[in-house]
């Protein structure tokens, strides 16, 4: 039954309707003050799900920056697999205070991501963005910075959704810099009053363990969800003890995927 639900929501018309227009180089447009020179192409822009990488992704590892220690949680994979067959672009957002800290380099947060992107692609589960963070309010030299990508801000989905609406690659380049000017950050930011963008956020998602992964998917205007694996269960209690409403959650990504297709299937029923 499962299987088929999925199946079904992989056949069907992408729920979200993200339309825009499209200049003479292929560059989409966000906004009226940016594409004054669009044509007549359109192109939909993906439902999207945003996911946080320690403790979501991989087994919670102090600093973890070098291949050898990477292990996948269990049920990652299954529920990967289950979001890609579905139809979501997948894109990953980590903060990676470790390099702002002086204990890695950039270098090898890129090697690292290299080698997740790649072990993936092996189980054809492809990756469309991979986003970090590298600053931190006490690092050191130039990471030192309050930043509008460090999560809870939600600056490295504005810049996920920015580079999804510029580019038609494939895949991405494994990116850490929030290059947003003021101008771009508003165009998408009014988009919020645009029929097509909400539609697009209300079939997108963020997954993390932690609650400043679900106050950057909440801030961005996706729907948070919380896993129990990483830092979970003990935030789901600060959450609880808070008396603050929880975000929907689950024991781990298998669970949330099944969740989620079964939403977006549901979804798509009562609109046909």
């Known amino acids: 039954m499962k299987k088929n639900i999925e199946e079904q929501l ?3 018309p992408n729920s979200s309707n993200e339309k825009h227009n499209v200049n003479g180089h292929g560059k989409l447009q966000v906004h009226e003050n940016l594409k004054s020179n669009a044509k007549d192409k359109v192109q939909s822009l993906k439902k999207t799900i945003f996911l946080d990488r320690d403790g979501t992704i991989n087994e919670e590892v102090s600093y973890l920056h070098k291949v050898e220690d990477f292990r996948f949680l269990p049920h990652v994979l299954e529920g990967l697999s289950i979001l890609a067959k579905a139809g979501f672009q997948l894109v990953v957002v980590t903060n990676q205070a470790g390099i702002g800290r002086g204990y890695y380099g950039e270098k090898d947060a890129e090697t690292l991501h290299s080698y997740l992107r790649e072990e993936l692609r092996k189980r054809a589960i492809f990756l469309k963005g991979i986003y970090y963070c590298p600053h931190h309010p006490k690092g050191i030299g130039e990471y030192q910075r309050e930043c509008d990508c460090r999560k809870p801000n939600p600056g490295m989905l504005y810049q996920a959704e920015w580079d999804l609406l510029q580019e038609n690659e494939e895949e991405f380049l494994i990116q850490s810099p929030y290059r947003l000017s003021r101008k ?3 165009a998408l930011e009014q988009g919020n009053k645009q029929a097509e963008r909400k539609a697009w956020l209300s079939h997108s998602y963020m997954i993390g363990d932690k609650i400043l992964d679900c106050e ?3 801030s961005f205007g996706v729907q948070p969800i919380l ?3 990483g830092y979970g269960k ?12 929880c975000p929907p959650y689950f024991e781990n990504l298998e669970e949330a995927a099944r969740w989620i297709v079964e939403r977006e299937l549901y979804s798509l029923h009562s609109v046909l």
């Open 10 to 12: 992989e056949n069907a």
């Open 227 to 229: 896993l129990a694996t």
């Open 216 to 218: 950057a998917g909440e």
């Open 234 to 245: 003990e935030e789901k209690r600060k959450i609880e003890e808070a008396g603050k409403p």
């Open 184 to 186: 771009e950050r508003e």
